[in-house]
């Protein structure tokens, strides 16, 4: 023992030494720069006209965010569908950041802006934001090109995307646009119909003039007019889309990140414009063409002409600015086509066009901070000359294997071109082979019950870029057709949009809807265990005109949404042709159709690109060199205490746990643990209690030997615990959570697990630890098919492999339910009643006392009790009384001497004896005319736990 205290004290220098210059290296590798400039903000209200003919104004709520140093140039910056100002304020404060004069407003029927909807009218919308150019182009802080003329670009997302593409193609001033997760055609984006008489050779399928022929997207549809009369958020939660490089295990919510997404919150303004009445705050004309649509499923000459009037491909022919196109690979509002249809349009006219599909969109979430840095980078090279090129490629994000906590991992793929463009390569296409043969289809009555594909205005709620709702797909039986290729011998990357060519006829007898045929084809990604998967959630809708009642059949050309899919070797793909989409207008007649290929061969997209990589600075290689150093001699110095330090008490060989004098201290005069010292033995199962901060985690962290005491110590079987120390072998522990290989079983997960540790396979005792655990044949199952409560038990039994004598568990029932704890609570007095021992750290004060044998209670570093539970939850003195007059009792307890905490909860009276004893007081009740039904200890260890820490 002096040995190891003398060299424990040489060695502390050096361990000083090795934290100091870790924490130096790890500062000056993180610190990237200054703190973010200041940035100042101006609110204004600025009048615009009504309308063109109109002498009245109505007024714009806006802000205006000024860089530190100004003139600068601007950018615009409008707001999705029911947001305001406030949806975009994180962006618009970043882009000030970078140097930009940002106006941010909330446009006519939002926020506190007045005027009705007009649904980016040009006569409305697109004429409001001129008028805002105009104004800043008076800003002595704004750059100009000429009088009357800024130097600006605009960017938004959605509603705000289409305002950018629709006032760039009137108004020469603006200077560069990058449109977010926008439309091009608006009836095509509410009533698409992709079936083609041709093929069609695109990465995304383009909108045409088939809106007429469309199939109503009612879902959508109906959250976007509820946006409009509630002045609601059309797509609900602001999540941010995962991004490469990033382990969301949550996405990041952010309020006012979002271009199209941040909600209102309670008490945020709502729109002052006038009321419509059952229009909301909606232009009359733009109401009656969604009452037409939602009324009959179909759009007549006049709603068509209203979706026209409010859509960008009305002027794409016009826009000339260098434009950064940006779409989400998770988005069944507005799809890839859409976007697809603006690169093409634009870039006909000779303009600059790059094009970005991200892992987000309105199903999965806005663009996340670093993408709106390259939104920021393309407005710095075009606005200000600043910084690289960003050029005219096509970057889209691969969503990869999923990992145990659920995140999806992701690789961002850039090509030199967009594909088709001008100065592009063409599409590579893929033939994959189908298997054909003819099935009949039955559309119900009434287009109920129907097929689930989408969740919309939910997906991003729901999970991580969509990655769940992607898997709740739900075909009815006898109303889908399905037709499957073989399994992949290699990874096939789609990339675009599909196309398939299909046979339908009528099933004679059968009525053919006067409306038409409608039809729903989707392409799922199909795994070996027939797990499918629907990329993007996205279906393509069918609307088959004048199909023939004799069964005579029809050909047509199907384009799938476009989607971003890497299909693994021992996949299929499925084509899978429904009559019915909950999404969706479905055909309310009841009838049947046949449905197989006209062609064997499903026309696939490939891009080819390479992985984006980033240049590492030298800053981090040296920052990489000096962690590795500093690792390095903590390994040295670590060997050597281990082997200075090592001793073994043979007195305490046969005792599980004991804890001597312990204390942790950290600089600055924090002690997190001080004079700690208990006791463990075999058989018990110990419950570790204290509130936040009390030294729990410190002191599991130092008995782990991943934290060194600043003195006293702790012994495990006599033998000193250290970083390191071979007696940590026999602990076993379930603390900072364990990770599994979801595509594994769990009895594999656990076979890997104890090979990692390069002990004999003869010592894991894997059928003992399963038994206890309680898993049963689920151990066989795949993990990510597990529970919450089989995950912990997983981990559990993970933990008592070998055996170990002594298992150190915290917050083993964290997330379960009570019938899971119940069974883990069965699962720790098994294990203890073999002559083993259980440390168990929790805040569920109820299920220590049910669980635990003993129990330490720790307060601000201190040990404050220890003793049996029994013990602990008595000792408090307390007492309870069931009377007939609980009002009366009180005021005779308060009267004894020595009695305190008297409370009345119904019929019965609790209160602190306080070593008076129970018989007198229960005297003292009987001769004040109280009834006593029932008397005894009031054992409760929450009482005792509050009293001990004095809350």
Not at 856 to 864: E, F, N, P, R, S
Not at 865 to 889: C, L, M, N, W
Request: some cysteine.
């Amino acid at each position: 023992m002096a040995l190891s205290s003398r060299f424990r004290g040489r060695w502390s220098l050096p361990a000083l030494v090795v934290l100091v210059a870790l924490v130096g290296a790890v500062v000056v590798w993180a610190r990237q720069g200054d703190d973010p400039p200041p940035v100042t903000k101006r609110d204004a209200v600025i009048d615009v006209p009504e309308s063109p003919d109109s002498d009245r104004a109505i007024q714009l709520d806006t802000t205006l965010y000024l860089p530190e140093r100004t003139p600068a140039p601007a950018v615009l910056l409008p707001h999705g569908f029911g947001g305001s100002k406030d949806s975009v304020a994180t962006q618009a404060t970043e882009l000030a950041q970078r140097g930009f004069v940002v106006l941010a407003y909330s446009a006519r029927g939002f926020g506190r802006s007045s005027g009705q909807i007009a649904l980016n009218s040009l006569d409305h919308e697109v004429r409001d934001a001129q008028k805002l150019l105009d104004w800043l182009a008076t800003r002595e802080e704004v750059r100009t090109d000429a009088a009357g003329d800024p130097r600006v670009g605009v960017t938004g997302g959605s509603y705000g995307g289409a305002l950018a593409l629709s006032l760039a193609g009137v108004d020469r001033r603006v200077d560069t646009i990058a449109p977010v997760i926008t439309f091009n055609d608006l009836g095509q984006a509410l009533l698409p119909n992709a079936a083609r008489t041709d093929p069609v050779d695109t990465t995304s399928p383009s909108p045409g003039a088939f809106a007429e022929d469309g199939v109503f997207k009612r879902s959508w549809a109906g959250i976007f007019f509820s946006a409009g009369l509630s002045g609601g958020d059309l797509a609900g939660p602001g999540q941010e889309a995962q991004e490469p490089g990033q382990d969301n295990d949550g996405q990041a919510l952010n309020d006012a990140s979002a271009a199209n997404t941040a909600p209102q919150q309670q008490g945020a303004p709502r729109p002052s414009g006038p009321v419509n009445g059952a229009c909301g705050r909606f232009q009359a004309d733009v109401c009656a063409a969604y009452t037409d649509v939602a009324t009959t499923g179909q759009a007549s000459a006049r709603t068509l002409e209203v979706l026209r009037r409010s859509s960008p491909a009305t002027v794409t022919n016009r826009i000339t600015q260098p434009t950064m196109i940006v779409q989400g690979e998770q988005d069944t509002l507005f799809g890839l086509d859409q976007a697809d249809a603006n690169a093409r349009q634009i870039a006909a006219n000779g303009a600059k066009v790059k094009v970005v599909w991200y892992s987000g969109g309105h199903d999965g979430g806005s663009p996340g901070p670093d993408l709106r840095g390259r939104i920021a980078d393309w407005m710095a090279f075009h606005l200000d000359g600043k910084g690289s090129d960003p050029g005219v490629g096509f970057e889209y994000t691969v969503v990869g294997a999923f990992r145990s906590s659920g995140s999806p991992s992701l690789r961002n793929v850039i090509a030199p071109h967009y594909p088709g463009l001008p100065g592009g390569d063409p599409v590579e296409r893929r033939a994959v082979a189908l298997a054909d043969r003819e099935q009949t289809v039955v559309n119900p009555a009434g287009g109920n019950p129907a097929a689930v594909s989408s969740l919309p205005g939910l997906g991003s709620a729901l999970s991580r870029s969509s990655s769940i709702s992607s898997r709740l797909s739900i075909d009815l039986p006898g109303q889908a057709a399905v037709f499957a290729s073989e399994p992949f011998t290699s990874q096939v990357l789609l990339t675009g949009a599909s196309t398939a060519r299909l046979r339908v006829a009528a099933v004679p007898g059968q009525p053919v809807p006067a409306e038409g045929a409608v039809l729903f084809a989707k392409l799922y990604d199909a795994d070996a265990n027939g797990v499918r998967t629907l990329p993007g959630s996205a279906v393509a809708p069918i609307r088959i005109r004048n199909l023939p009642a004799d069964g005579t059949p029809v050909d047509v050309t199907v384009t799938l949404p476009g989607a971003v899919r890497p299909v693994e070797s021992d996949h299929r793909l499925q084509l899978v042709v429904s009559t019915t989409d909950q999404a969706y207008a479905n055909a309310a007649q009841p009838t049947a159709y046949r449905i197989s290929l006209a062609s064997p061969d499903l026309s696939v997209p490939v891009v080819a690109g390479v992985n984006a990589t980033s240049d590492v600075p030298t800053e981090a290689l040296w920052g990489i060199a000096i962690v590795l150093i500093v690792c390095l001699i903590a390994a040295v110095v670590a060997w050597f205490r281990r082997r200075l330090a090592a001793d073994v008490d043979p007195d305490l060989a046969g005792v599980p746990l004991v804890i001597s004098g312990l204390t942790k201290s950290y600089p600055g005069g924090l002690t997190a643990v001080k004079d700690l010292s208990f006791r463990v033995e075999h058989g018990q199962v110990l419950g570790l209690l204290g509130p936040n901060g009390a030294g729990k985690t410190t002191t599991l962290r130092m008995l782990m030997g991943l934290i060194t005491p600043s003195e006293g110590e702790i012994r495990v079987f006599g033998h000193r615990i250290s970083s390191g120390a071979p007696v940590l072998s026999r602990i076993g522990s379930f603390v900072e959570g364990s990770g599994f290989l979801p595509h594994l079983s769990g009895h594999a997960n656990l076979r890997l697990y104890w090979a990692a540790t390069g002990r004999p396979a003869e010592q894991a005792h894997f059928d003992e630890a399963l038994e206890i655990a309680g898993l049963g044949d689920a151990v066989h199952r795949r993990v990510r098919t597990y529970s919450q409560g089989m995950r912990q038990r997983l981990a559990i039994a993970q933990a008592m492999l070998g055996l170990p004598d002594l298992l150190v568990l915290d917050e083993p029932t964290n997330g379960l339910d009570p019938p899971q704890i119940h069974q883990m609570r069965e699962v720790l007095r098994r294990y203890a009643a073999a002559g083993r021992t259980v440390l168990v750290s929790s805040h569920l004060l109820a299920e220590v006392e049910q669980t635990c044998s003993h129990v330490v209670v720790m307060h601000k570093g201190t040990l404050v009790a220890a003793g049996p539970v029994e013990e602990i939850a008595t000792g408090s003195g307390e007492a309870s009384f069931r009377v007939d007059q609980p009002e009366e009792a009180a005021t005779v307890l308060r009267g004894l001497v020595g009695v305190h905490g008297v409370a009345v909860d119904g019929e019965q009276v609790h209160a602190s004896l306080n070593g008076t004893p129970r018989a007198e007081a229960l005297q003292a009740l009987v001769k004040a005319g109280v009834a006593v039904d029932q008397a005894g200890p009031r054992r409760r260890l929450e009482d005792a736990f509050l009293e001990l820490v004095g809350e």
